[in-house]
């Protein structure tokens, strides 16, 4: 039996569940423009709401609204933050 990956999409990620952020896959662009709005490695997120369109983040203090092919791109860690 394999182990489970602990590292997952964003999108995969159940409201409320802690994880930290391990990297931003995607295109350089998007990469670029999330970290620009905060997405960095190792930032404590977590999903506030899903609409099933897009995602409401928690990344600190600020609550940021994601579509799903941006929060698809961004590769988070659900271990115990």
């Known amino acids: 039996m394999q182990p489970r990956d602990p590292h997952v999409p964003l999108v995969f990620v159940d409201q409320g569940v802690r994880t930290r952020l391990i990297r931003i896959g995607g295109s350089q662009r998007i990469a670029h423009r999330l970290a620009e709005l905060g997405f960095v490695s190792g930032v404590e997120l977590s999903v506030v709401a899903d609409n099933g ?23 988070v860690a659900m271990e115990d933050v």
């Open 53 to 75: 369109e897009a995602l409401v983040v928690a990344v600190g203090d600020a609550r940021l609204a994601l579509e799903y092919a941006l929060a698809q791109a961004l590769i």
